[in-house]
């Protein structure tokens, strides 16, 4: 009888062992998808923000300048126009986040990150300028 229980306890102590195993397995696994959605919600605030002053300078008319200081978290890594109908905020993890343009006139493809720049309105054209 003593054997018996000796197995049940060795098979009892396998199985609460093979779950925490599984545990610490699973753990790491809602870590990396944290910081992956972590990221995108910081590249995606970045994103927006320069959407909204693009749009700002396109909707002020001829001569409109918005000046801004482009500051990004460190997961953004780039910034850059999409075929002049959206701001790509690209992270450090891979991927991007987007933003609609209301604007198709963007003159520009690359947005510089954690500097003070402007959005100009030129007869509609939006150009940009690092300050």
């Known amino acids: 009888m003593r054997a018996q229980m000796s197995a049940e306890l060795v098979i009892i102590a396998s199985v609460a062992i093979g779950m925490l195993f599984a545990m610490f397995i699973i753990n790491g696994s809602l870590q ?3 910081a992956l959605q972590q990221a995108g919600m910081e590249a995606s605030g970045a994103a927006d923000q320069a959407a909204a002053a693009i749009g700002a300078a396109a ?10 200081i482009n500051s990004v978290p460190r997961s953004v890594v780039g910034m850059s126009v999409f075929g ?3 701001v790509r905020a690209h992270h450090s993890l891979g991927g991007y986040s987007s933003s609609p ?3 198709g006139a963007a003159n520009f493809t690359e947005i510089p990150t954690n500097q003070r720049i402007s959005f100009v309105n030129n007869n509609g054209t939006i150009n940009i300028e690092v300050d």
Do not use: D, V, Y
Not at 59 to 68: K, L
């Open 32 to 34: 990396k998808s944290w």
């Open 59 to 68: 909707s002020g008319g001829n001569g409109a300048r918005i000046m801004f």
């Open 84 to 86: 002049s109908r959206s």
């Open 101 to 103: 343009l209301t604007t």
